[in-house]
């Protein structure tokens, strides 16, 4: 994801809408429903293009005791919460 940490990490508890959630600086752990969701964090890492230095993170998702069908709307919610708009 093209954020910095502090980005990211700002941005998170509205992209968990309200759920209940333990957040570290590499880790996320999020109830849902009866299920929960692990989010580990990469270290920020810089894509070079020409002199143009990008930050970005690695994001890992993953899922436990939840249906498809639920995991894809919390990642719509959640990816709405990140987009950003540019013009």
Do not use: C, W
Request: hydrophobic share 40%; charged share 25%.
């Amino acid at each position: 994801m093209g954020f910095t940490r502090a980005e990211f990490l700002r941005i998170l508890p509205a992209a968990l809408n309200d759920q209940d959630a333990q957040i570290s600086d590499h880790e996320a752990l999020v109830g849902i429903d009866s299920g929960q969701l692990q989010i580990r964090i990469s270290d920020q890492k810089y894509r070079k293009i020409a002199s143009i230095s990008l930050p970005y993170l690695e994001v890992d998702f993953s899922f436990t005791g939840l249906e498809q069908e639920r995991i894809d709307q919390f990642m719509r919610f959640f990816d709405l919460r990140y987009q950003r708009g540019g013009g």
